[in-house]
């Protein structure tokens, strides 16, 4: 097992701040850095015990994602070396866990996609015949695939707060009064970006769950992040198509009408579902081993998508 980052320590470059996961420097004007820490945090609570390699596999399986659909739309990759841009004693603490991207503004929503009926969107369609307002055929069982890929936004939680979701109307209106400023004189308005999110985030889901369906997985539903330039161009942004911000089933183990078993970080909240926990902070620690199964979970999940061994 690797020695575990819980937060960066830089100090040649201002710190921003630090989110759930990752930890946010700024290196001039135009550009940033972004450290992905092996924090984790489940229920929108990060947990005293960090998962060991999970920074690095969260960062080399966005960055293959990002090379791989980079035909889409443009992302946030500038193609610089991290440790070029930090002191040489820090350069260990990005090395494979960090990216230099462009400085953009962000949306102020989740761009959620679902291919499957399964976690909120199952308990919301057995109440509702509907996941997030969007009317489904009634008979649909737990996981199964729905007839087409679906866009249901959600507002994004600061930390310790919970994602909500909001219909497309609601997600153009926060999308116009966000980017007001950066929109103006370039011809776009929040209807218009909200609506390029949204099909963007559906062509995403669909080249990457038809190549990872290539690869023995399923990807049951992700979460996009984009943000804007000056000139109102769309990009893909912070993280894409991991452990973290999608749910992946190995598809020999799917069967339709049951929860199928997880690569991501479904096996921790299993475990926390098992506790005497409010699902506030402060969260309870980790038994060793379920950080070890863990680990190995997002390993595996990268190796098997990517075809490639985990740098360290």
């Given at each position: 097992?690797?020695?575990?980052?819980f937060?960066?320590?830089?100090?040649?470059?201002?710190?921003?701040?630090?989110g759930?996961?990752?930890?946010?420097?700024?290196?001039?004007a135009?550009?940033?850095?972004?450290?992905?820490?092996?924090?984790?945090?489940?229920?929108?609570?990060?947990?005293?015990?960090?998962?060991?390699?999970?920074?690095?596999?969260?960062?080399?399986?966005?960055?293959?994602?990002?090379?791989?659909?980079?035909?889409?739309?443009?992302?946030?990759?500038?193609?610089?070396?991290?440790?070029?841009?930090?002191?040489?004693?820090?350069?260990?603490?990005?090395?494979?866990?960090?990216?230099?991207?462009?400085?953009?503004?962000?949306?102020?929503?989740?761009?959620?996609?679902?291919?499957?009926l399964?976690?909120?969107?199952?308990?919301?369609?057995?109440?509702?015949g509907a996941?997030?307002?969007?009317?489904?055929?009634?008979?649909l069982?737990?996981?199964?695939?729905?007839?087409?890929?679906?866009?249901?936004?959600?507002?994004?939680?600061?930390?310790?707060?919970?994602?909500?979701?909001?219909?497309?109307?609601?997600?153009?209106?926060?999308?116009?009064?966000?980017?007001?400023?950066?929109?103006?004189?370039?011809?776009?308005?929040?209807?218009?970006?909200?609506?390029?999110?949204?099909?963007?985030?559906?062509?995403?889901?669909?080249?990457?769950?038809?190549?990872?369906?290539?690869?023995?997985?399923?990807?049951?539903?992700?979460?996009?992040?984009?943000?804007?330039?000056?000139?109102?161009?769309?990009?893909?942004?912070?993280?894409?198509?991991?452990?973290?911000?999608?749910?992946?089933?190995?598809a020999?183990?799917?069967?339709?009408?049951?929860?199928?078993?997880?690569?991501?970080?479904?096996?921790?909240?299993?475990?926390?579902?098992?506790?005497?926990w409010?699902?506030?902070?402060?969260?309870?620690?980790?038994?060793?081993?379920?950080?070890?199964?863990?680990?190995?979970?997002?390993?595996?999940?990268?190796?098997?998508?990517?075809?490639?061994?985990?740098?360290?």
């Amino acid at each position: 097992m690797t020695q575990a980052l819980f937060e960066s320590t830089i100090k040649s470059l201002p710190l921003l701040g630090r989110g759930k996961v990752r930890d946010i420097y700024a290196i001039d004007a135009d550009k940033l850095l972004i450290v992905t820490s092996d924090r984790l945090s489940a229920f929108d609570v990060v947990l005293p015990d960090p998962i060991p390699s999970k920074g690095k596999v969260l960062t080399q399986m966005a960055s293959f994602w990002f090379e791989k659909l980079g035909y889409i739309l443009p992302n946030q990759l500038t193609g610089i070396d991290p440790e070029d841009v930090v002191a040489t004693s820090e350069r260990d603490q990005v090395r494979g866990r960090a990216l230099v991207v462009k400085r953009l503004k962000p949306l102020p929503i989740e761009a959620v996609v679902r291919g499957y009926l399964i976690g909120s969107g199952w308990k919301d369609y057995q109440a509702t015949g509907a996941v997030c307002g969007i009317r489904l055929p009634a008979g649909l069982k737990l996981a199964a695939r729905l007839p087409e890929p679906i866009f249901t936004p959600a507002t994004k939680a600061e930390q310790g707060d919970h994602d909500e979701n909001i219909s497309f109307e609601q997600a153009q209106r926060d999308c116009g009064s966000v980017l007001a400023g950066v929109l103006y004189g370039t011809g776009k308005n929040g209807a218009q970006i909200a609506t390029e999110t949204r099909n963007a985030a559906i062509a995403l889901y669909s080249a990457a769950a038809d190549y990872a369906a290539t690869r023995g997985i399923i990807i049951a539903d992700t979460k996009f992040e984009f943000g804007v330039d000056a000139s109102g161009t769309l990009h893909l942004i912070d993280e894409a198509l991991t452990p973290d911000s999608s749910r992946f089933w190995p598809a020999d183990g799917y069967r339709e009408g049951s929860n199928p078993p997880s690569y991501d970080k479904q096996f921790v909240r299993d475990h926390l579902e098992t506790l005497d926990w409010n699902k506030t902070a402060p969260a309870p620690g980790l038994p060793a081993e379920v950080v070890a199964r863990t680990e190995a979970k997002y390993v595996e999940a990268y190796e098997l998508l990517t075809g490639c061994k985990l740098v360290d």
